[in-house]
């Protein structure tokens, strides 16, 4: 299975600060997107990107979150001023565009603010 | 609106026995895809695989298979002859269109465990 690469796998932060949890993505996919798993919940959806930019995000993806591909290759996952509640596990999701949707993704990130 | 359900929360069998685990979608769509994933206790997620809404054909690969049926919206996963090292939290997930760079949404998960 192709190989999504996530750092750090764990961070921990105090309430305020600002975390940026980076990706390295598969060759030639260029389809990205970050979803979150709070402890024991469901995987949530946060935002897709393609050619440089957001492509859908959902209501949990408000002004707090940022993506973007800052040398063209990685891609990051900006939080600011973090909150106790945006403890979760952050994945990095990576598509080809020609296998239909089929998102592989990394180990995950896990956030943890205190 | 597209949603998964996955009414079974935990499942506990002894070690051999065979499993399914239910997954139940809703869309509107007429073209979709629908997968499954693996969180083992590690915490990745781990692609098993996708069905295209045109192909009811049921699929087997080694210990798992998986049945599609349309007309009931469900999409089901049966692990035979289960091991220790089938425990984990499984997903099934639909994708609302036919194109790439569109979102999965997950179901709420089913906590399997297996005991020796």
């Known amino acids: 299975e192709p190989e999504v690469t996530q750092t750090p796998s764990h961070q921990v932060t105090q309430m305020g600060q600002e975390v940026i949890l980076r990706c390295v993505p598969i060759?030639?996919?260029?389809?990205f997107y970050w979803y979150r798993q709070i402890l024991g919940q469901k995987v949530e959806f946060l935002v897709s990107f393609y050619n440089n930019e957001i492509s859908e995000k959902s209501e949990i993806f408000d002004d707090q979150f940022s993506v973007e591909r800052p040398d063209g290759s990685n891609f990051t996952l900006k939080i600011r001023s973090t909150k106790l509640e945006d403890s979760a596990m952050y994945f990095c999701?990576?598509?080809?565009?020609?296998?239909?949707?089929?998102?592989?993704f990394g180990e995950g990130s896990w956030l943890t603010v205190v | 609106a597209q949603k998964v359900t996955q009414a079974q929360t935990e499942i506990s069998v002894v070690e051999k026995e065979d499993v399914t685990l239910d997954c139940v979608y809703e869309t509107r769509d007429t073209t979709y895809y629908l997968f499954w994933y693996k969180q083992p206790p590690s915490g990745e997620l781990v692609f098993l695989i996708r069905?295209?809404?045109?192909?009811?054909q049921n699929e087997i690969s080694g210990r798992y298979s998986w049945n599609f049926q349309k007309s009931t919206s469900s999409f089901n996963f049966t692990i035979t002859a289960s091991q220790v090292v089938d425990s984990a939290v499984y997903f099934c997930a639909l994708s609302g269109t036919y194109s790439s760079a569109s979102k999965i949404i997950f179901g709420s998960g089913t906590r399997l465990s297996i005991r020796p």
């Open positions: 069905r295209n809404s045109f192909d009811e």
């Open positions: 999701g990576n598509d080809d565009g020609v296998s239909g949707n089929t998102i592989y």
């Open positions: 060759s030639n996919h260029l389809y």
